[in-house]
């Protein structure tokens, strides 16, 4: 998925948008993100993005963490919930990961 928003990001020559990639689920490096976010303090949203549905990858493991964790508060794009991490189809697959890297160069409230 990094490759990926990192393709869109300089196809549009997107400055406003950064990317980093979590590399280490666990032990989870909250304070390292942590850092993450206060360097980016003038951003307005956080955002996981992730390729599998939301209620498989790593998404429901964070979510879990964010509880105790407010470094780890992210808002979520990723496939709608689903029994299967595929959809099996590779045009299905295909648009929907347009959505998603589309969706998430979207600018927040409309804004640009």
Avoid at 58 to 80: C, G, H, M, Q, V
Wanted: charge should be positive.
């Amino acid at each position: 998925m990094y490759y990926d928003l990192l393709e869109k990001q300089q196809a549009d020559d997107r400055k406003d948008v950064a990317l980093v990639r979590l590399e280490q689920l666990y032990p989870t490096p909250v304070q390292q993100i942590g850092a993450i976010r206060a360097k980016y303090s003038k951003a307005t949203d956080f955002i996981w993005v992730q390729e599998e549905p939301e209620n498989m990858g790593a998404w429901p493991y964070l979510y879990r963490k964010s509880r105790t964790a407010e470094a780890l508060k992210f808002d979520i794009i990723s496939r709608n919930e689903s029994a299967s991490t595929a959809t099996g189809f590779a045009k299905q697959h295909a648009a929907q990961q347009l959505y998603i890297i589309s969706k998430a160069f979207e600018s927040p409230a409309g804004k640009k």
